[in-house]
């Protein structure tokens, strides 16, 4: 079983910055792709940028200049830094990790969701 728990988001003024964190524990053999996705109310879920295990990375084009994807593979960790932050990205924030995980017949990839983090950003 592989759990990812998040840390960070709150409120935060426009303008400002923050810092969300996202830890994978468990099973876990590799981590291929993590990710952060984001829902506002009333809105589908969408991808807000995501980070490779060899560092490369892609952003959604309302974050770019403005939010920076990184991760620590020795601690299974990625984070997002958000600066300049716009009423228009308050949402709840979502991790994603594309893990490799063992059991007892071999290996498999294995999909994890964060339970998500509220960021909400007032003008």
């Known amino acids: 079983q592989v759990q990812l728990v998040e840390s960070g988001g709150g409120l935060v003024q426009a303008g400002g910055s923050s810092r969300l964190s996202c830890a994978a524990s468990g099973s876990i053999f590799s981590i291929n792709a993590m990710g952060w996705y984001r829902q506002a109310p009333g809105k589908q879920r969408e991808l807000v940028a995501v980070i490779t295990s060899g560092g490369s990375t892609n952003y959604a084009d309302s974050v770019k200049g403005r939010f920076t994807i990184s991760r620590d593979n020795a601690k299974n960790t990625v984070y997002l830094q958000m600066n300049s932050l716009k009423p228009e990205d308050t949402a709840v924030y979502y991790c994603?990790?594309?893990?490799?995980?063992?059991?007892?017949?071999?290996?498999?990839?294995?999909?994890?969701w964060g339970q998500g983090t509220l960021v909400t950003v007032s003008s």
């Open positions: 994603n990790a594309m893990t490799v995980v063992r059991n007892h017949v071999g290996y498999r990839s294995l999909e994890v």
